[in-house]
């Protein structure tokens, strides 16, 4: 694909995604689009084995857009980064199409592994505002990881991971998660935790109050 087909494209990507944009020329304003048409740019010479004109080039979209993307990844068509600032996906990582990533989202790894030691994300995955997606495992299509979650296992198709390490917390939302970009209406297994934790509290309080007034009547008997 040549450039003038990835400006193309990331312009179609960007204007679908994002509601904040009124023109087209507003595009080539975005950190997203630099930094994408950056690594694709990077990511034909890596597989040339030129390694460091690539990482020349990704180091100075890194400076200009604070999107991190080593040009050894693999990345489908379609990817959309919002803001974008702190977002790094790592050598091994692997993305499917139409992927969309927030600020603050690291695709890394756990250590000094060797080999394949980043995430694979399937096509349409959603991860959200300062996710963390850590290992060498796969995130399913359609799935959406919560704002602030830190992943470290794989995750079926079309569910959703909140939390900290993340929970699946919904299974089978055949829902494309960039149709609504809602990375904030998901369920919090903590918060329902604690309020079943109240409502055992309240029936132990009453059992306890009923078995106290059981015992005065004894007593007076």
Not at 60 to 71: D, L, S
Not at 121 to 130: E, Q, R
Request: contains cysteine; hydrophobic residues 35%; glycine residues 10%.
């Amino acid at each position: 694909m040549g450039i003038m087909s990835y400006v193309k494209e990331e312009i179609k990507v960007i204007r679908e995604r994002d509601p904040a944009i009124k023109s087209n020329s507003e595009v080539f304003l975005y950190p997203s689009f630099k930094a994408i048409l950056s690594y694709r740019v990077a990511h034909k010479l890596y597989k040339k084995k030129h390694y460091f004109l690539a990482r020349w080039i990704s180091q100075r979209a890194v400076r200009k857009t604070g999107i991190e993307i080593h040009p050894g990844a693999t990345i489908g068509k379609g990817l959309f980064i919002d803001h974008g600032s702190g977002v790094i996906i790592g050598e091994t990582a692997e993305l499917g199409d139409n992927v969309t990533l927030y600020q603050g989202v690291t695709l890394g790894g756990t250590g000094k592994e060797q080999g394949k030691r980043h995430p694979t994300l399937k096509d349409n995955v959603m991860v959200s505002a300062g996710a963390k997606v850590l290992g060498s495992f796969t995130i399913g299509e359609n799935s959406k990881i919560g704002a602030g979650s830190v992943v470290l296992k794989e995750v079926p198709p079309n569910c959703t991971v909140v939390g900290v390490p993340g929970r699946i917390v919904k299974k089978d939302d055949k829902k494309i998660p960039r149709m609504d970009m809602d990375q904030v209406h998901l369920p919090d297994p903590i918060s329902n935790d604690i309020q079943e934790l109240q409502a055992d509290n309240m029936r132990l309080h009453r059992q306890i109050k009923a078995l106290k007034k059981t015992m005065r009547e004894v007593y007076k008997k």
